[in-house]
């Protein structure tokens, strides 16, 4: 007997009794066809040997090391407390808020992460968060089409992570290309038919792009500004909203989410009080109750799925409530200038390697270009260099294929991690 | 009511949390950054201390009702409980500290995670190939559905532009199928609450690309004539989707590939336990016949040897996700699947024991829709005159989180009860207790209700007319 369910066999056979069938089999009668074997699964095992196979299974992954790998998905500090309170069976064992009376914490925890995300990207109005950067991305550009009247087309330069280009390809968003040319994207020729226009900053090379150039080549060209940003950055970079993006999307994995193989992480979305209606997902508004005491509630849902139906904006329908909690906590750990102190930390010891680096012969893929803590540095044999990190211990950036490593460089690199860096990589050539 | 947020309980200059000492010299964002990209004002995020912080959340928790808290038979959610062994193993630093883009000979032990895992839902579901991409059910969906739109792209079959869909679908499936570009039709149901199998017939023809079906459905009824449905829809070319958010009931007792199902997806987080953390995060792997597998989302993982490896199916739709998938929950249906084995069937017998055991005992007070037996879940209204908004509210009062209400669309007043497996009979006595109870109230003393929760019916239609989102 499984080991989760508390079912004696008088219990079963008392509620048989009830139910007036003989077995559990006359629950199944109906079902056809009816799979008779039995499941060929490995067999069942104690949670302490799961545990030890989980732990040998870890063990043959290079974890804990130092990483320099960024490319959306950053190796950042996160304060134990977020890990704490996450894990509180109300937060971490609840559903999404449908009866609201009882879903007060996370439905509150939800209106401080849009308020979070607006004061971040200083737009109006953010959703309670979709998937990842990727979907969010992609979820915009659906918008797009949606305000403008247009089909799902936008322009986006090799700027763009290469990976939310493809998400947007697989959701049949039409991407034109821009040009790209030292390290940045040139928006003078954004096509006249596109329904968006998407720029990242700091772009997937690390460099600062110009948002009000790209918002203002949207606007000519009668299309929408999309612009994806890593909140972090937001620390330190004016706001899309202030630059004139009308929606602003991205990860939020940096504010304090674990690396994990890749999710679970959280997009968040981001626009003006106007578009609010073709926003995607679950949005929490505050409201009263019958005594007149401030609550909140999930608002505006005949934008969604459950209610219109293929008329909806999109099928998003889970958020990814939990992550979006982390997200909340650590910017209400780190407040203004905790978050700006890691975005500092963050630029000081990138550029402490970059420079390093030049003194040690390596040259910027794009030298004149300004960048955070994010860069590309030309490398003859990058496949060598990072195995010559690895055994001393040390995940390399990640490799451009094309004889570059993009370098990513956090505020929990320690300047003897970054010194190993170059003295390694000098070595391997 | 002010001073309730973080925000409002900062003041300038606390700080709650201590980052290193810098180690190198400090460059600030002036230095190195053209001042027209430099952000002006601060943003107002809150600045408290880290014991405000635990304590705000902490009471925020306190507002808010989980499985560890209260007995969850959220209809359609599978509130079922978590084994703790699951957060044990995700915590480990091998797996929460590992990059995505690690390259494969550094992430050997997560790749052998994801390739079991991509068995053992091959073994349950009965097909050959599986991708564990898609981060959510409903991307699930969606990746089912462009999956199929590819597959007669390439086979150069232009004219399938309409998804059949029953009445008892969950709402994300029209939705899916309109975001991928068809025109959505629903299709009726029988008197016993099934595919009308005769319609479906009529409306099945060479513009079909598919029909997504969902067994057991939202009714809690199993649909009968599963292989009759994949006979009509292969006898026009078409495609049999299966949503595979019940698969709790399905377990070692049915598998879709041996109905005739083409593709389905699995909600991980359901059926194989990860908490479902307030809505999200999610997993929504898929299985496949061969015909559709090349189509499988960029990377699935394939084993040479000893190693692992990505690998992209041969005429991928392309990625859904940024990376690999949710990984978090992917080891902990790996963990749970692990713990059960081939007794997997045990956990699907007793959930629907549960399901029928509540609808037995509710018979005769509340009113069934549907013959017998159900599955996972049980669709039931309230006695004439009361509302299932009403009822709900009152079973708060109760201790008990309400079912899933008003849904399915089908059934007026539906009320739709899923006990799962983890709840014992007296939990579920003590429920069927209160909703008798409920059943002999007057109309207006429940309009009351709840009056010992957190906070009073709100007041839902004034958040969306007077909108405000933040603070």
């Given at each position: 007997?499984?080991?989760?369910?508390?079912?004696?066999?008088?219990?079963?056979?008392?509620?048989?009794?009830?139910?007036?069938?003989?077995?559990?089999?006359?629950?199944?009668?109906?079902?056809?066809?009816?799979?008779?074997?039995?499941?060929?699964?490995?067999?069942?095992?104690?949670?302490?040997?799961?545990?030890?196979?989980?732990?040998?299974?870890?063990?043959?992954?290079?974890?804990?090391?130092?990483?320099?790998?960024?490319?959306?998905?950053?190796?950042?500090?996160?304060?134990?407390?977020?890990?704490?309170?996450?894990?509180?069976?109300?937060?971490?064992?609840?559903?999404?808020?449908?009866?609201?009376?009882?879903?007060?914490?996370?439905?509150?925890?939800?209106?401080?992460?849009?308020?979070?995300?607006?004061?971040?990207?200083?737009?109006?109005?953010?959703?309670?968060?979709?998937?990842?950067?990727?979907?969010?991305?992609?979820?915009?550009?659906?918008?797009?089409?949606?305000?403008?009247?247009?089909?799902?087309?936008?322009?986006?330069?090799?700027?763009?992570?290469?990976?939310?280009?493809?998400?947007?390809?697989?959701?049949?968003?039409e991407v034109a290309g821009l040009p790209f040319e030292g390290g940045a994207t040139d928006f003078s020729s954004v096509p006249g038919d596109v329904s968006g226009v998407i720029v990242q900053s700091p772009n997937f090379f690390g460099i600062v792009e110009d948002v009000r150039a790209a918002s203002e080549a949207a606007h000519e060209s009668g299309a929408l500004a999309v612009a994806v940003c890593d909140p972090v950055a937001l620390a330190v970079l004016e706001p899309p909203g202030s630059l004139g993006a009308d929606i602003?999307?991205?990860?939020?994995?940096?504010?304090?989410?674990?690396?994990?193989?890749?999710?679970?992480?959280?997009?968040?979305?981001?626009?003006?009080?106007?578009?609010?209606?073709?926003?995607?997902?679950?949005?929490?508004?505050?409201?009263?109750?019958?005594?007149?005491?401030?609550?909140?509630?999930?608002?505006?849902?005949?934008?969604?799925?459950?209610?219109?139906?293929?008329?909806?904006?999109?099928?998003?329908?889970?958020?990814?409530?939990?992550?979006?909690?982390?997200?909340?906590?650590?910017?209400?750990?780190?407040?203004?200038?905790?978050?700006?102190?890691?975005?500092?930390?963050?630029?000081?010891?990138?550029?402490?390697?970059?420079?390093?680096l030049g003194e040690a012969g390596f040259a910027l893929r794009y030298p004149e270009a300004p960048f955070l803590w994010e860069f590309a540095v030309e490398m003859p044999d990058v496949k060598r260099a990072n195995a010559a990190l690895l055994e001393r211990g040390i995940v390399g950036g990640l490799d451009l294929g094309d004889g570059a490593m993009l370098v990513a460089v956090t505020e929990k690199r320690t300047k003897e991690e970054l010194d190993a860096f170059v003295e390694v990589v000098a070595n391997a050539g | 009511m002010?001073?309730?947020?973080?925000?409002?309980?900062?003041?300038?200059?606390?700080?709650?949390?201590?980052?290193?000492?810098?180690?190198?010299?400090?460059?600030?964002?002036?230095?190195?950054?053209?001042?027209?990209?430099?952000?002006?004002?601060?943003?107002?995020?809150?600045?408290?201390?880290?014991?405000?912080?635990?304590?705000?959340?902490?009471?925020?928790?306190?507002?808010?009702?989980?499985?560890?808290?209260?007995?969850?038979?959220?209809?359609?959610?599978?509130?079922?409980?978590?084994?703790?062994?699951?957060?044990?193993?995700?915590?480990?630093?091998?797996?929460?500290?590992?990059?995505?883009?690690?390259?494969?000979?550094?992430?050997?032990?997560?790749?052998?995670?994801?390739?079991?895992?991509?068995?053992?839902?091959?073994?349950?579901?009965?097909?050959?190939?599986?991708?564990?991409?898609?981060?959510?059910?409903?991307?699930?969906?969606?990746?089912?559905?462009?999956?199929?739109?590819?597959?007669?792209?390439?086979?150069?079959?232009?004219?399938?532009?309409?998804?059949?869909?029953?009445?008892?679908?969950?709402?994300?499936?029209?939705?899916?199928?309109?975001?991928?570009?068809?025109?959505?039709?629903?299709?009726?149901?029988?008197?016993?609450?099934?595919?009308?199998?005769?319609?479906?017939?009529?409306?099945?023809?060479?513009?079909?690309?598919?029909?997504?079906?969902?067994?057991?459905?939202?009714?809690?009824?199993?649909?009968?004539?599963?292989?009759?449905?994949?006979?009509?829809?292969?006898?026009?070319?078409?495609?049999?989707?299966?949503?595979?958010?019940?698969?709790?009931?399905?377990?070692?007792?049915?598998?879709?590939?041996?109905?005739?199902?083409?593709?389905?997806?699995?909600?991980?987080?359901?059926?194989?336990?990860?908490?479902?953390?307030?809505?999200?995060?999610?997993?929504?792997?898929?299985?496949?016949?061969?015909?559709?597998?090349?189509?499988?989302?960029?990377?699935?993982?394939?084993?040479?040897?000893?190693?692992?490896?990505?690998?992209?199916?041969?005429?991928?739709?392309?990625?859904?996700?940024?990376?690999?998938?949710?990984?978090?929950?992917?080891?902990?249906?790996?963990?749970?699947?692990?713990?059960?084995?081939?007794?997997?069937?045990?956990?699907?017998?007793?959930?629907?024991?549960?399901?029928?055991?509540?609808?037995?005992?509710?018979?005769?007070?509340?009113?069934?829709?549907?013959?017998?037996?159900?599955?996972?879940?049980?669709?039931?209204?309230?006695?004439?005159?009361?509302?299932?908004?009403?009822?709900?509210?009152?079973?708060?009062?109760?201790?008990?989180?309400?079912?899933?209400?008003?849904?399915?669309?089908?059934?007026?007043?539906?009320?739709?009860?899923?006990?799962?497996?983890?709840?014992?009979?007296?939990?579920?006595?003590?429920?069927?207790?209160?909703?008798?109870?409920?059943?002999?109230?007057?109309?207006?003393?429940?309009?009351?209700?709840?009056?010992?929760?957190?906070?009073?019916?709100?007041?839902?239609?004034?958040?969306?007319?007077?909108?405000?989102?933040?603070?």
């Amino acid at each position: 007997m499984a080991r989760f369910t508390p079912h004696t066999e008088a219990d079963i056979r008392e509620m048989l009794e009830v139910i007036g069938v003989s077995s559990i089999d006359e629950l199944f009668a109906d079902v056809s066809p009816k799979f008779e074997g039995e499941l060929d699964l490995p067999l069942a095992l104690s949670e302490h040997e799961v545990l030890r196979e989980a732990e040998r299974l870890a063990g043959k992954n290079a974890a804990g090391l130092p990483v320099f790998l960024g490319a959306g998905a950053y190796d950042r500090i996160t304060p134990a407390a977020v890990g704490q309170i996450i894990s509180r069976g109300e937060f971490m064992t609840s559903y999404t808020p449908y009866q609201p009376e009882v879903s007060q914490g996370h439905l509150q925890a939800i209106f401080e992460f849009q308020s979070v995300i607006s004061e971040l990207t200083g737009l109006e109005v953010s959703n309670a968060s979709v998937y990842d950067a990727a979907s969010a991305v992609a979820e915009a550009a659906l918008m797009t089409a949606r305000l403008t009247g247009r089909e799902p087309k936008v322009a986006a330069s090799a700027g763009l992570n290469p990976r939310y280009r493809e998400v947007l390809e697989t959701y049949g968003v039409e991407v034109a290309g821009l040009p790209f040319e030292g390290g940045a994207t040139d928006f003078s020729s954004v096509p006249g038919d596109v329904s968006g226009v998407i720029v990242q900053s700091p772009n997937f090379f690390g460099i600062v792009e110009d948002v009000r150039a790209a918002s203002e080549a949207a606007h000519e060209s009668g299309a929408l500004a999309v612009a994806v940003c890593d909140p972090v950055a937001l620390a330190v970079l004016e706001p899309p909203g202030s630059l004139g993006a009308d929606i602003a999307v991205g990860e939020t994995q940096p504010l304090g989410v674990p690396l994990m193989f890749g999710g679970p992480y959280a997009g968040y979305m981001a626009t003006r009080q106007r578009f609010v209606r073709q926003l995607p997902g679950r949005i929490a508004g505050e409201t009263v109750d019958r005594e007149g005491r401030l609550a909140y509630v999930l608002t505006l849902r005949a934008r969604e799925q459950d209610i219109r139906r293929a008329r909806a904006n999109s099928n998003i329908c889970t958020n990814q409530a939990l992550t979006a909690l982390a997200a909340t906590i650590y910017a209400a750990l780190m407040g203004p200038e905790g978050l700006r102190e890691v975005a500092e930390l963050s630029i000081s010891k990138a550029h402490y390697l970059s420079g390093r680096l030049g003194e040690a012969g390596f040259a910027l893929r794009y030298p004149e270009a300004p960048f955070l803590w994010e860069f590309a540095v030309e490398m003859p044999d990058v496949k060598r260099a990072n195995a010559a990190l690895l055994e001393r211990g040390i995940v390399g950036g990640l490799d451009l294929g094309d004889g570059a490593m993009l370098v990513a460089v956090t505020e929990k690199r320690t300047k003897e991690e970054l010194d190993a860096f170059v003295e390694v990589v000098a070595n391997a050539g | 009511m002010l001073g309730n947020l973080i925000r409002d309980k900062g003041r300038s200059g606390r700080r709650g949390y201590t980052l290193p000492r810098p180690d190198v010299e400090l460059v600030s964002p002036e230095d190195v950054i053209p001042e027209r990209f430099l952000r002006r004002e601060r943003p107002r995020l809150p600045e408290v201390d880290e014991p405000t912080v635990v304590r705000h959340y902490t009471n925020l928790s306190r507002r808010n009702w989980g499985i560890d808290t209260n007995f969850y038979p959220l209809g359609s959610c599978t509130m079922k409980h978590n084994p703790r062994a699951n957060e044990v193993a995700a915590a480990n630093s091998g797996f929460a500290g590992l990059h995505p883009l690690q390259p494969e000979e550094q992430v050997q032990g997560a790749l052998q995670i994801m390739y079991e895992l991509q068995g053992f839902l091959a073994e349950i579901s009965g097909f050959p190939a599986v991708s564990l991409q898609p981060l959510a059910g409903a991307q699930g969906e969606l990746t089912s559905i462009l999956m199929i739109r590819d597959y007669f792209r390439d086979a150069g079959d232009t004219g399938r532009r309409v998804v059949l869909i029953p009445q008892t679908a969950h709402g994300t499936n029209p939705a899916t199928a309109a975001m991928a570009g068809f025109e959505a039709r629903e299709i009726g149901l029988d008197d016993r609450g099934c595919v009308d199998v005769e319609e479906l017939r009529r409306m099945a023809d060479e513009s079909t690309a598919a029909l997504m079906i969902t067994n057991p459905n939202t009714c809690g009824v199993f649909e009968r004539n599963m292989e009759e449905i994949a006979g009509i829809l292969h006898s026009v070319g078409a495609f049999l989707y299966m949503d595979g958010a019940n698969m709790n009931a399905n377990m070692g007792r049915m598998r879709p590939a041996d109905a005739g199902v083409d593709i389905m997806h699995f909600n991980l987080h359901k059926t194989f336990s990860t908490p479902h953390g307030g809505g999200g995060p999610g997993s929504g792997a898929i299985a496949c016949s061969e015909r559709l597998a090349p189509f499988r989302p960029d990377p699935v993982v394939e084993r040479t040897g000893d190693a692992y490896r990505f690998v992209r199916p041969e005429k991928s739709i392309g990625r859904v996700a940024t990376f690999h998938g949710n990984f978090g929950p992917m080891l902990r249906a790996w963990s749970y699947i692990r713990m059960h084995g081939p007794e997997l069937r045990e956990v699907t017998d007793l959930a629907v024991l549960n399901a029928n055991y509540v609808r037995a005992r509710l018979k005769g007070t509340y009113r069934l829709p549907y013959e017998g037996p159900c599955k996972h879940e049980v669709v039931v209204q309230p006695p004439k005159g009361m509302r299932a908004l009403d009822i709900a509210k009152g079973l708060i009062d109760h201790g008990f989180h309400p079912p899933t209400i008003y849904f399915p669309l089908v059934v007026k007043e539906a009320m739709l009860i899923e006990p799962t497996e983890t709840e014992s009979k007296e939990t579920l006595d003590d429920f069927v207790g209160a909703m008798l109870e409920l059943a002999e109230a007057k109309p207006e003393e429940l309009e009351e209700a709840p009056t010992r929760a957190p906070t009073r019916r709100l007041d839902e239609a004034r958040a969306a007319r007077r909108l405000k989102a933040r603070w």
